[in-house]
């Protein structure tokens, strides 16, 4: 088990290992499973009003291939004493977890890193950091613009 292994994401965490060395067949065999998780604060309780969105959340939300949701589904915090000014106020953890199959172990073995990603990002296809993190802007619970800041690290899609 490795506690901290500094990547963007799951998909990106085997090339990693593969990148500092670690031979292909130990990496193929060796990790069965990888959790990647951010931290996304939330919007303030109190300072909590309707967001319109940007035409740069727009885009990103097209990129991010989802269905759009509503106007008025977004929040921001406008910012008040108690959160001091920030319009956030405690955290949420976001997470994903890809679980190495038999064809994403195979395409670790044979070294071919931009396979494996594709592969292992349709594996996860719907269960990804940033989907996790759109669905609690929806909810209210944090804002368009911290879902954006906490999952960009998968832009190349």
């Not at 990103?60 to 949701?69: E, F, I, S």
């Not at 994903?96 to 195979?106: D, F, G, H, P, V």
């Amino acid at each position: 088990m490795l506690s901290t292994l500094h990547t963007n994401d799951a998909a990106s965490t085997p090339v990693r290992l593969l990148d500092m060395g670690v031979p292909a067949f130990m990496v193929a065999t060796s990790v069965h499973g990888v959790l990647a998780q951010r931290l996304l604060r939330k919007v303030c309780g109190h300072c909590k009003a309707s967001h319109a969105l940007t035409p740069q959340e727009r885009v990103w939300l097209g990129r991010a291939h989802t269905d759009g949701g509503t106007e008025d589904s977004y929040v921001a915090g406008a910012g008040c004493d108690r959160c001091h000014g920030t319009g956030y106020s405690g955290r949420r953890a976001v997470h994903e977890l890809l679980e190495i199959n038999t064809t994403l172990a195979e395409s670790l073995a044979r070294k071919n890193p931009a396979e494996f990603v594709v592969a292992a990002r349709a594996a996860m296809a719907g269960r990804t950091l940033r989907d996790q993190a759109i669905a609690l802007a929806r909810a209210g619970v944090t804002s368009l613009a911290e879902a954006m800041r906490a999952s960009t690290q998968d832009e190349v899609d």
